[in-house]
């Protein structure tokens, strides 16, 4: 299974700035996801990002507010632009290996905006 | 449409009492099902999966679940809850028409002593 790191592991961080989250894992994989989880709620994916494409992003995120970044198979990175308090979040990337459909997931990114 | 649908945010079993998490779900194709577990300040971790064949399957730390087509359900159990058990469980679909997982609303567990 492939094991994934992530940098930031936290973050205070001030209104109207940018942060940039990094996913590095260790094997090559063709799926990576980003997903948000607000306090004491479930995932919700932010988007797909797959390399050598444009991410592929959900309803309701936008490339300007969170924009990806995937040079190659083993890292991303999503940004949280303009921050508002309102993007408090767990940041979770997470990847998808060929063949499987099981999902694997880094520690996350603990992010408060004052 | 696919969904997941935890039974309960909150549980709360005694130490060495039995676990029961539950996941219905919907799907209009054959659905894999999986178990995820998320303890406190860390990402989520697989704790079991369903694709095909057996429809009892084994888990680490002495989880199972059992995949019930006519009940549309995938509960999770284990026999003897250890307080290392505490920590939020999700339920989730794989859903091959949208290539997606989709994730439950999760249950949180407290074990005491």
């Known amino acids: 299974s492939a094991v994934i790191s992530q940098k930031p592991s936290r973050d205070i961080c001030q209104r109207g700035t940018s942060l940039t989250i990094q996913c590095q894992v260790d094997s090559q994989v063709t799926m990576m996801f980003w997903y948000r989880q607000q306090p004491g709620q479930s995932l919700t994916l932010i988007a797909t990002a797959n390399q050598g494409s444009e991410a592929t992003y959900e309803s309701g995120f936008v490339i300007d507010k969170f924009p990806i970044s995937r040079p190659n198979l083993t890292f991303s990175t999503l940004t949280v632009s303009n921050m508002s308090p309102e993007d408090s979040s767990i940041y979770l990337c997470s990847v998808r290996e060929g063949g499987e459909y099981e999902q694997y997931f880094g520690p996350g990114t603990r992010l408060t905006v004052t | 449409a696919q969904s997941v649908t935890q039974l309960g945010s909150h549980v709360s079993v005694s130490e060495g009492a039995l676990v029961l998490l539950r996941c219905n779900y919907s799907?209009?194709?054959?659905?894999?099902l999986f178990w995820y577990v998320q303890y406190p300040n860390q990402g989520l971790q697989l704790l079991l999966k369903?694709?095909?064949?057996?429809?009892l399957v084994k888990g680490i730390n002495g989880f199972e679940a059992e995949f019930k087509k006519s009940e549309t359900s995938f509960h999770l159990t284990k026999p003897s809850a250890h307080m290392s058990d505490a920590a939020e469980y999700f339920c989730?679909?794989?859903?091959?028409?949208?290539?997606?997982?989709?994730f439950g609303a999760g249950t949180r567990l407290f074990v005491k002593a």
């Open positions: 989730a679909l794989f859903y091959t028409g949208g290539f997606k997982t989709i």
């Open positions: 369903y694709t095909t064949g057996a429809t």
């Open positions: 799907s209009s194709v054959p659905p894999y």
